[in-house]
């Protein structure tokens, strides 16, 4: 192709190839919160749309747990807490349509690729705002581990559970917590019970120091416990299979 | 030789009458039927006595047996047949076929109506024959047969009468009569007392030796009984009526006795013996018996035997004899099995030994030292404690202890505290953990040990865990081209310094089994060295396990998903570009 559109930006970092034929940029499509009260499930999900959460804190000092399931065709997913999200959704996606068609922009940049599938579209970015992956944490980085009495249904004291090393070797945000999202893609949980007893992959924990709302840590914490016979609760650590991906909205 | 005296007065006996010249008997039990017995060359003197005269009231009677031989004292010939009462008629007995029975008669003082007022004959039998002897040795306990060949002159034995007579006299000065019924079990088939008797009727009579009959040579000597009036002496034993003077030599011995004392064979147990090893007793000798003696051991088992450290004889031989002072030496092979017994019994003679030779094989050694273990290494965070997986040792059989722990390292025993003492008792099957505290280093391994007896475990590793704090993917420096949004409040929304979501790809890879690697490609932007471009999510489908292990490796142009786990895995990725 002699023609078309190649941005790139610092450091050589990917804008926007529309020679690309797959590499579609994502947009957010929704953001907003979960609440109990209602609901803790997102539907509608399109296969290739990627959600990201953040755990407000409940109270000063508080921790939020971020911990989703989903079903099996991947069209919703479950919090088990309160929780903000946002969804990215691909350019090409035909939801963006009416969108596109509504907005007021009469101005911007539309990018296709040879395929003529929209690549990049500056209305979808200044829809609701911009999203920038900030970090990413490779797989089988962050040990994981369990949180003993901690469980989704009780916020028991903040600090326990994990040891200091585990918090530490876990820890992969410190810092105002309130735009910082983690990517749920990978997050697992089953037969969790009111003992935590059953099987947690991918989740995370908003970790607010004391007395404050806004700043504090973001910790992985992925487990399974149960009890063998008599045993008592055996607890198996597991570590990250994806990678996490830290981002920031921007608006 | 000997001179055989008899006087004697002549019986009132009127000659040409019924019962005149009656026989003189001397003793009538054992001697009733003659005067009594001579030998060849033994002198006859006869004193003849009238109780009425002393001047020629003897008269000797030549006419009675023509073939007997008459006194050759007084010379008949110049004397004539009449002599004073006191006469002394003697003749020296030869082998002459006619001495061996005379009689001499004798009378004196005519009767007043016919022949002679008295009258009296004497009768003397010359006796000879060969004592024998069926063996000259005999032991003690054990018996022999005298006999007497070629008798002649003896009277028809009955009861008592005209018996002769075996006695048994010592060989060695003083030469004594033995008593041989007075030993034990001693004595002859032919009497109840010390003299064996031969008759006309059984010339042959046992001699049982009395089993504490003194050992030795003795002489046995065959005689007359003596009714003379002398020699005196025993009539029935003396020298002077023996018929083999120089007497029949005979060996008593020591009885044979082939059956040693049971327990001078009792061999002396072994403890604590290696197993199925040839075990070889004590060497000993059977003593308390003294003539050869077959031994027979229990066969099998590799037993066997050797006599006087000769040639090893496998057990149930049964042709091999001992001698006394002869030793004897006992072999085995012992249990294959710890603290087992094995026996061998052995008999000499038929004697069993009291007890069998037992070989007992040491107790199994108890073993302190459990099998081969080791930790699963593992991973752990930075600076913390990290306890090993539960490890249930073997392979020992007795409690141990902890001896020896690597720095840093303590261990629990079946869930007991963790310690760092060495000594620590270790009870059998104890199941056990290690504990070591990592260092400060990410990506570190650090290393724990413990030591069960003698059995060191492999070395338990726990690496750390890489640095979490991730990897900021957004540009380090600033650009002043690419495309920039601001929103209306002028705010950068997109801009190049940020990276941004861009989706690559979505799918899915289904049946990945345990082990198994698969590809994914066709994967727009993915290298294998850029991670920080290229963010890959993973999701185990519908699935759930402690094993869920999916590793990712990038490739160019795609990755690479293996299933770590023991269980087939299913996998939605996301690829993204930031």
């Known amino acids: 192709m002699a023609y078309g559109m190649l941005i790139e930006g610092a450091e050589g970092i990917y804008q926007v190839d529309s020679e690309a034929s797959d590499t579609i940029h994502a947009g957010v499509f929704d953001k907003g919160a979960l609440s109990s009260t209602s609901t803790l499930t997102l539907t509608g999900l399109a296969d290739n749309d990627l959600v990201f959460a953040n755990g407000s804190a409940p109270s000063a000092g508080g921790k939020r747990y971020i911990e989703a399931e989903y079903n099996s065709t991947y069209s919703t997913l479950t919090f088990m807490q309160d929780t903000n999200f946002i969804i990215l959704k691909i350019a090409s996606h035909a939801d963006w349509a009416s969108i596109v068609s509504a907005s007021s922009d009469e101005y911007g940049l539309q990018i296709k690729n040879a395929a003529g599938a929209t690549v990049f579209d500056s209305r979808m970015v200044n829809y609701l705002g911009g999203f920038e992956v900030t970090k990413g944490i490779p797989a089988y980085d962050l040990p994981g581990g369990t949180a003993p009495n901690e469980y989704d249904g009780a916020d028991a004291a903040p600090g326990t559970g994990y040891t200091s090393a585990m918090l530490t070797a876990n820890t992969f945000y410190t810092g105002n917590l309130t735009n910082q999202w983690v990517c749920m893609h990978g997050c697992e949980r089953y037969a969790m019970d009111s003992n935590d007893e059953g099987e947690l992959r991918h989740g995370f924990v908003y970790d607010y120091n004391s007395g404050s709302t806004t700043t504090g840590v973001i910790y992985f914490r992925s487990y399974s416990q149960f009890t063998i016979f008599s045993n008592g609760d055996t607890t198996l650590e597991h570590p990250n299979l994806s990678d996490v991906i830290l981002g920031e909205f921007k608006s | ?578």
């Open chain 2, 1 to 578: 030789m000997a001179t055989y005296s008899i006087s004697y007065t002549m019986a009132t006996a009127q000659t040409g009458v019924s019962g005149h010249y009656p026989l003189l008997v001397k003793n009538s039990t054992y001697c009733p039927d003659n005067t009594f017995y001579i030998k060849t060359g033994d002198i006859v003197s006869v004193t003849v006595l009238n109780s009425e005269t002393s001047t020629g009231g003897v008269r000797y009677n030549d006419t009675v047996y023509a073939d007997d031989p008459d006194p050759t004292s007084p010379d008949f010939s110049s004397e004539g047949y009449t002599h004073d009462s006191g006469q002394v008629y003697t003749y020296t007995v030869t082998s002459a076929a006619e001495d061996i029975s005379f009689e001499w008669w004798y009378y004196g003082t005519p009767h007043p109506t016919s022949g002679y007022k008295y009258s009296q004959s004497v009768r003397m039998n010359r006796v000879s024959g060969t004592l024998a002897v069926s063996s000259s040795t005999v032991e003690q306990g054990g018996t022999t047969t005298f006999s007497v060949s070629s008798l002649s002159g003896l009277l028809t034995t009955s009861g008592n009468a005209n018996n002769l007579y075996i006695s048994v006299f010592k060989d060695t000065a003083p030469s004594t009569l033995v008593s041989i019924h007075t030993y034990t079990g001693g004595g002859w088939d032919s009497s109840t007392n010390q003299l064996g008797t031969i008759k006309t009727t059984d010339t042959n009579t046992v001699l049982t030796v009395g089993s504490n009959m003194p050992t030795g040579t003795y002489k046995a000597y065959l005689t007359h009984f003596n009714a003379a009036d002398s020699p005196g002496g025993n009539d029935f034993y003396g020298s002077e009526h023996r018929l083999n003077p120089s007497g029949l030599a005979f060996t008593v011995t020591t009885a044979s006795d082939s059956e040693p004392t049971a327990s001078s064979f009792d061999f002396p147990d072994v403890s604590n013996a290696a197993t199925s090893a040839l075990i070889e007793s004590q060497t000993m000798t059977p003593s308390g018996y003294n003539t050869a003696a077959t031994v027979l051991v229990q066969s099998g088992g590799e037993r066997a035997f050797r006599i006087d450290g000769g040639t090893w004889h496998a057990g149930g031989t049964t042709n091999q004899q001992i001698s006394p002072a002869e030793t004897l030496q006992l072999r085995m092979r012992s249990s294959a099995s710890n603290d087992t017994a094995l026996s061998t019994t052995v008999s000499i003679g038929g004697v069993s030994s009291t007890t069998a030779w037992t070989v007992t094989t040491e107790e199994e050694e108890a073993d302190p030292n459990p099998n081969a273990f080791s930790f699963d290494n593992t991973t752990a965070a930075i600076s913390s404690e990290k306890i090993s997986n539960s490890v249930t040792l073997a392979g020992y059989d007795t409690a141990t202890t902890i001896t020896a722990l690597a720095s840093g390292t303590t261990v629990s025993i079946n869930g007991g505290s963790f310690t760092s003492t060495i000594g620590t008792a270790v009870p059998t099957s104890a199941s056990i953990r290690i504990k070591i505290t990592t260092g400060s280093s990410y990506s570190t391994p650090y290393t724990g040990r413990v030591t069960v007896g003698t059995t060191q475990s492999s070395l338990w590793t726990v690496t750390t865990y890489a640095d979490s704090s991730g990897i900021d993917v957004g540009p380090a420096g600033s650009a002043d081209y690419g495309l920039l949004i601001n929103n209306n409040s002028n705010n950068v929304i997109f801009g190049p310094e940020m990276r941004t979501t861009n989706f690559v790809a979505v799918g899915t890879k289904t049946g990945i089994t345990a082990g198994q690697t698969v590809s994914v490609t066709g994967i727009e932007g993915v290298k294998a060295d850029n991670s920080t471009d290229i963010l890959i999510s993973i999701h185990c489908i519908g699935s759930s396990g402690v094993d869920e292990l999916i590793a990712v490796t990038r490739t160019d142009g795609g990755f690479t998903l293996k299933n770590n786990s023991d269980t087939t895995r299913s996998v939605k990725y996301v690829v993204m570009r930031v």
